[in-house]
């Protein structure tokens, strides 16, 4: 057996259905997944570090369970893998970073408690560019991961690792953070869901800060309702986090339509004239996703964002501000990598953190530093924050006009390694239609929506704050009547049935 | 005639401090370690305070509300909006590298600390923040240190910053001020306030003008000053230092000095290699504070009568004089104790009398405190009655409040079983009066004939016939009265 | 190129992150680029417009004053990179 699913795509809630029905143990999927893992990191390099024993344990618990009728999570004995910023009690978690290569947490992520509180097996902690700072996995310190649809190219970022491995059909949920894009754009790449919750919806506790006032945790997986019922487990509030909001989560998992009569898409006329300066074939698969919504029953209104063209400056001045706080942390004093030498613990300071941060961190720790400091905090920090109410406003407008948005996820299909890694800019770019969503601390997800020249791209569903139902109902509509993801298998698989 | 001035110009010092308190929580600021002093290192710390990766903070009510009652205390003005921010500075004992604190947005502003003089110091603002760890410089100093050992239990203690206005004239003025500020914050149970655990700590900016001019000259911020007789010492070290360079035509540089009790001097700490920009902006972990009239309103309520308002009214209400009121308010449990026994007694002045004098030296025999010692207020309250009653001498009743005192026995049980009760009954003194007359007739003339002295012999005769417990004064009365 | 007015020595030294000579410069200039966005910004009139620090509409978010475990002293220096007699260990402070 070298995938979990050798015939059709694997989904959470199949495999689940499997077990309950003990047609498969948990255990004999985990050792499945782990194998897939293992026998896929030489071409994918999705994950960071595999947690066989740990997984094989909490699997074996599961069948316990089942052989005593015991009641199941919603999650029972589903492989998943998590992105290697939530913290797991034990085990190590780097970041990514050669700063935290060696740290092993004394606790647990509320997100990573919740997930094995429904009985999900964690697998392993994927790959990311180091610190959630980047959009294509190359800032790893590691190594890069790869695109499961082509080997060349990039799984996006900074969730390379878990889109990878969810695309690669190795296991069928992962979780991902998303800050300005780093959910939603890797799942575009890698022909997966990805849904950024609304900001306060997912408890941050454990989950390694990049920028506290736009980072979420959200669920990367093979299929609509498999986010749903992730959502619906790691959603809601958390003692622990000040930031996360009571508000009751709905069972969004059955709350999934097939149809789409009385509900308003709004398109974004400034993200079309965007969209049509670009790549043709890219603008037709667009076009034609919006045909389908419409087609489903959806109205398509117009609605604008003025201010939606401000977002990447305002988004590279209070994310890399936020970061050079969070991250000033990093010193080799308490815990992580320490540099030592002759002077005093300054010394030491500057030697582990010059030695500890890569490349776009050190930019982004500069560029942040810069922004609050004095004589230019107001003319950066606080102006980007003036205009972060703007965007935030123009989409509490065009939610006047219509339920969800509907938008794409990206601005190309995925891109050769390499192809952007001396261009900050050039990267910063690719997150132009996902930063203004996270500023306004709204729902938005990817969903596949096709092909252009047989890489895979994703179509973004937005939703005002904590209407993720609405966004996941009218996806999983789409879903079932395009089934873009489920009509192809990924390179990366038929590549290791020609190796076999 | 100019020059003759400037020459023999006085120079004036204004002093404004910055006074930390840790807060005395059962936990930590924003996160849910003990908060205690004294444990051994690095066993009161958990993700939070030692800023694990991952790790967010949440506000610690309490210490929110320890705040308020401060500044309602003070006369402050509670925020309707407040919030926390960052402030970034490298330093090894801050685990974040940045200290959670309030910038522009503190808990309160305004308000004023009243001295015992009755002058009142301007408050600019008391704000919220955490504690730093603390290090140890292994070696005998700083300098000579191969390694610094942290310890990070006080890391993330609350702490509230009180900063007075520039208003404070004098070294002297200054320690009333921390007095002053100490017993508000004891009574209203908010703080341990020992300045040698550290948990009332002092910084003063201090600077020196000629006299009678207003214009602020360059001050100076001294650290290190670990008790309040440092703080004066401090002060008083500075105002000569800078005068003596303003008379000798120096100039005074700002600068952060810190003061070496042992040698009694201040020193220039030099300005560190590291450049200080905090960069703060408000923390994106936390949310804002907006306090309802409500909670406020109940926390208003909450508060004790404060120290010197409490002295006032022991004037008024129980005859006391200021000097009695100063020290019977000084601590708020002993002001209370003093108030139940004035009031069970219904005699201020006696209450105070014995709280002051025979109550304060038994508990010093004894090593005991109020606290600590098993009496009541009613039974002092009851020991003033029988006193005044007549029930017992004033010699007996010393011994009788010591044992009170000592082991909390009721006056009336030790009266009775150390038979100290006088006899006051007239009819049954006067039977003893009569018997001693009858039984000493060569007195009773030589009284008569003049001799005053021979009186003093019959009321011994009748103390001892008594043995002892006839009412001296009773016995006097009657033996004049018989004599005619 | 959009002219920065950032010392990024001096910046780096807030940050405690020492550049080469080379990051230095290659920084410098990727910045101006961004800059040219960032300028955009500065156009805007947003002199009426409140400052979002906070998108969720929250307030007062307190815990109890309870006590909570810490956690053991062992696991709390397992990560230390140097530890002595239950404290942390670093090189000198020099003041």
């Given at each position: 057996m070298s995938?979990?699913?050798?015939?059709?795509?694997?989904?959470?809630?199949?495999?689940?259905?499997?077990?309950?029905?003990?047609?498969?143990?948990?255990?004999?999927?985990?050792?499945?997944?782990?194998?897939?893992?293992?026998?896929?990191?030489?071409?994918?390099?999705?994950?960071?570090?595999?947690?066989?024993?740990?997984a094989l344990e909490r699997a074996r618990r599961i069948d316990g369970?089942?052989?005593?009728?015991?009641?199941?999570?919603?999650?029972?004995?589903?492989?998943?893998?998590?992105?290697?910023?939530?913290?797991?009690?034990?085990?190590?978690?780097?970041?990514?970073?050669?700063?935290?290569?060696?740290?092993?947490?004394?606790?647990?992520?509320?997100?990573?408690?919740?997930?094995?509180?429904?009985?999900?097996?964690?697998?392993?902690?994927?790959?990311?560019?180091?610190?959630?700072?980047?959009?294509?996995?190359?800032?790893?310190?590691?190594?890069?991961?790869?695109?499961?649809?082509?080997?060349?190219?990039?799984?996006?970022?900074?969730?390379?690792?878990?889109?990878?491995?969810?695309?690669?059909?190795t296991v069928p949920i992962a979780l991902g953070t998303d800050t300005g894009g780093s959910i939603r754009e890797p799942a575009s790449f890698c022909n997966i869901v990805g849904v950024k919750p609304t900001y306060g919806r997912v408890s941050r506790y454990g989950m390694i800060a990049f920028a506290s006032s736009l980072d979420q945790a959200g669920p990367m997986t093979a299929d609509v309702r498999d986010a749903a019922d992730v959502l619906e487990v790691i959603a809601g509030y958390d003692p622990m986090d000040s930031t996360s909001v009571d508000v009751a989560v709905p069972p969004y998992a059955s709350e999934l339509p097939d149809d789409l009569h009385g509900v308003r898409i709004g398109i974004v006329a400034e993200f079309e004239a965007s969209i049509a300066q670009g790549d043709a074939a890219l603008a037709a698969l667009y076009k034609q996703a919006y045909k389908d919504l419409e087609r489903l029953g959806a109205q398509l209104v117009e609605v604008h964002l003025p201010h939606a063209q401000y977002g990447l400056a305002t988004y590279y001045l209070i994310a890399p501000a936020e970061c050079s706080s969070n991250l000033a942390r990093y010193d080799g004093a308490r815990y992580g990598r320490r540099v030592d030498g002759d002077g005093d613990v300054y010394a030491m300071f500057d030697r582990t953190r010059a030695a500890g941060f890569g490349d776009e961190v050190k930019r982004r720790i500069i560029l942040g530093t810069y922004a609050l400091s004095t004589g230019y905090y107001d003319a950066y920090y606080v102006r980007a924050q003036k205009v972060r109410t703007l965007i935030k406003s123009d989409f509490d407008s065009a939610f006047a006009e219509c339920d969800v948005i509907a938008c794409p996820a990206v601005s190309c299909p995925p891109f050769e390694l390499g192809a952007k890694s001396q261009d900050p800019l050039a990267m910063y770019l690719m997150d132009y239609f996902t930063i203004p969503m996270s500023l306004a601390g709204i729902p938005a997800?990817?969903?596949?929506?096709?092909?252009?020249?047989?890489?895979?791209?994703?179509?973004?569903?937005?939703?005002?704050?904590?209407?993720?139902?609405?966004?996941?109902?009218?996806?999983?509509?789409?879903?079932?009547?395009?089934q873009h993801a489920a009509a192809r298998i990924p390179a990366v698989r038929s590549e290791g049935a020609r190796a076999s | 005639m100019q020059q003759a001035i400037e020459r023999n110009v006085s120079y004036q010092p204004v002093i404004g401090l910055e006074v930390h308190v840790e807060l005395a929580t059962q936990s930590k600021m924003f996160c849910g370690c003990r908060n205690v002093f004294g444990a051994p290192p690095n066993t009161l710390v958990c993700p939070v305070c030692l800023g694990m990766p991952g790790t967010l903070p949440v506000i610690n009510r309490r210490a929110v509300e320890f705040l308020c009652k401060t500044g309602m205390a003070l006369g402050c003005?509670?925020?309707?909006?407040?919030?926390?921010?960052?402030?970034?500075?490298?330093?090894?004992?801050?685990?974040?590298?940045?200290?959670?604190?309030?910038?522009?947005?503190?808990?309160?502003?305004?308000?004023?600390?009243?001295?015992?003089?009755?002058?009142?110091?301007?408050?600019?603002?008391?704000?919220?923040?955490e504690d730093t760890g603390k290090n140890i410089h292994a070696g005998t100093s700083m300098a000579a240190s191969e390694y610094t050992l942290i310890d990070y239990n006080r890391a993330g203690v609350p702490l509230m910053e009180i900063v007075s206005e520039p208003?404070?004239?004098?070294?002297?003025?200054?320690?009333?001020?921390?007095?002053?500020?100490?017993?508000?914050?004891?009574?209203?149970?908010?703080?341990?306030?020992?300045?040698?655990?550290?948990?009332?700590?002092?910084?003063?900016?201090?600077?020196?003008?000629?006299?009678?001019?207003?214009?602020?000259?360059?001050?100076?911020?001294?650290?290190?000053?670990?008790?309040?007789?440092?703080?004066?010492?401090?002060l008083r070290f500075e105002i000569e230092r800078q005068t003596e360079a303003l008379t000798s035509g120096e100039r005074i540089i700002q600068e952060t000095r810190n003061w070496d009790d042992a040698r009694g001097v201040t020193y220039s700490t030099r300005s560190k290699e590291q450049a200080h920009d905090y960069r703060y902006f408000p923390d994106p972990d936390l949310v804002p504070l907006t306090l309802d009239d409500a909670t406020l309103a109940q926390w208003r309520e909450e508060l004790p009568e404060l120290p010197l308002d409490k002295r006032d009214r022991f004037i008024a209400e129980y005859g006391v004089s200021e000097y009695e009121a100063g020290i019977l308010t000084e601590d708020r449990s002993a002001a209370e104790f003093f108030e139940a026994v004035a009031r069970a007694c219904g005699d201020g002045k006696q209450a105070a009398n014995w709280m002051l004098g025979d109550v304060r030296r038994s508990l010093e025999k004894h090593s005991l405190t109020l606290a600590t010692s098993p009496v009541r207020p009613a039974q002092l309250a009851e020991l003033i009655r029988i006193v005044a009653a007549g029930q017992i001498s004033g010699k007996a009743a010393k011994e009788v409040c010591d044992a009170v005192v000592a082991e909390g026995t009721d006056p009336q049980a030790v009266v009775a079983q150390r038979g100290l009760s006088q006899i006051s009954d007239t009819e049954a003194v006067g039977a003893m009066v009569d018997d001693a007359l009858a039984a000493n007739p060569e007195s009773v003339a030589s009284y008569k004939g003049g001799k005053a002295k021979a009186l003093e012999f019959l009321v011994g005769q009748v103390m001892k016939s008594s043995r002892g417990k006839a009412n001296i004064d009773i016995v006097r009365e009657l033996l004049r009265e018989r004599l005619g | 190129m959009a002219?920065?007015?950032?010392?990024?020595?001096?910046?780096?030294?807030?940050?405690?992150?020492?550049?080469?000579?080379?990051?230095?410069?290659?920084?410098?200039?990727?910045?101006?680029?961004?800059?040219?966005?960032?300028?955009?910004?500065?156009?805007?009139?947003?002199?009426?417009?409140?400052?979002?620090?906070?998108?969720?509409?929250?307030?007062?978010?307190?815990?109890?004053?309870?006590?909570?475990?810490?956690?053991?002293?062992?696991?709390?220096?397992?990560?230390?990179?140097?530890?002595?007699?239950?404290?942390?260990?670093?090189?000198?402070?020099?003041?």
């Open positions: 995938s979990i699913h050798a015939t059709s795509l694997p989904t959470g809630h199949a495999l689940r259905e499997a077990i309950r029905r003990r047609e498969r143990s948990a255990e004999e999927i985990t050792r499945a997944a782990l194998h897939d893992a293992e026998s896929l990191q030489g071409p994918l390099h999705a994950y960071i570090r595999l947690l066989p024993e740990r369970l089942v052989r005593a009728g015991e009641p199941l999570g919603t999650l029972a004995g589903v492989p998943v893998a998590v992105k290697d910023l939530f913290c797991l009690q034990g085990e190590f978690t780097t970041c990514g970073s050669r700063i935290l290569e060696n740290f092993r947490s004394p606790y647990s992520a509320t997100v990573v408690e919740k997930l094995e509180a429904a009985g999900a097996i964690i697998i392993g902690k994927t790959n990311m560019d180091e610190f959630a700072m980047g959009s294509s996995c190359e800032n790893s310190a590691f190594f890069p991961t790869r695109n499961p649809w082509d080997t060349t190219r990039v799984p996006g970022g900074s969730s390379g690792g878990s889109a990878s491995t969810v695309g690669a059909r997800l990817s969903i596949p929506a096709g092909y252009v020249s047989d890489l895979p791209v994703g179509l973004q569903i937005v939703a005002p704050a904590f209407h993720e139902g609405r966004m996941l109902a009218v996806a999983h509509a789409y879903e079932q009547a395009t | 003005d509670v925020a309707p909006f407040s919030k926390f921010d960052r402030k970034n500075y490298f330093y090894p004992d801050m685990p974040k590298n940045y200290q959670i604190s309030q910038y522009d947005m503190p808990l309160t502003t305004g308000g004023s600390v009243r001295l015992a003089s009755g002058k009142r110091i301007a408050l600019n603002r008391i704000h919220l923040e208003h404070i004239a004098t070294p002297e003025e200054a320690e009333q001020y921390l007095s002053a500020l100490k017993s508000v914050l004891s009574y209203i149970g908010v703080s341990d306030v020992k300045m040698h655990e550290g948990s009332l700590r002092c910084d003063a900016n201090i600077s020196v003008r000629p006299a009678g001019t207003s214009t602020l000259g360059v001050k100076a911020e001294v650290k290190n000053m670990n008790s309040f007789r440092s703080v004066v010492r401090a | 002219d920065v007015p950032m010392d990024i020595n001096q910046v780096s030294l807030l940050a405690r992150l020492p550049l080469t000579e080379e990051e230095a410069q290659r920084f410098a200039g990727q910045f101006s680029r961004l800059f040219e966005f960032i300028a955009d910004l500065q156009r805007l009139d947003v002199s009426a417009v409140h400052a979002t620090a906070q998108v969720i509409p929250l307030h007062n978010a307190f815990r109890e004053d309870e006590i909570r475990p810490s956690l053991d002293r062992e696991v709390a220096l397992e990560n230390a990179p140097d530890s002595e007699g239950g404290y942390f260990k670093t090189p000198r402070i020099l003041d």
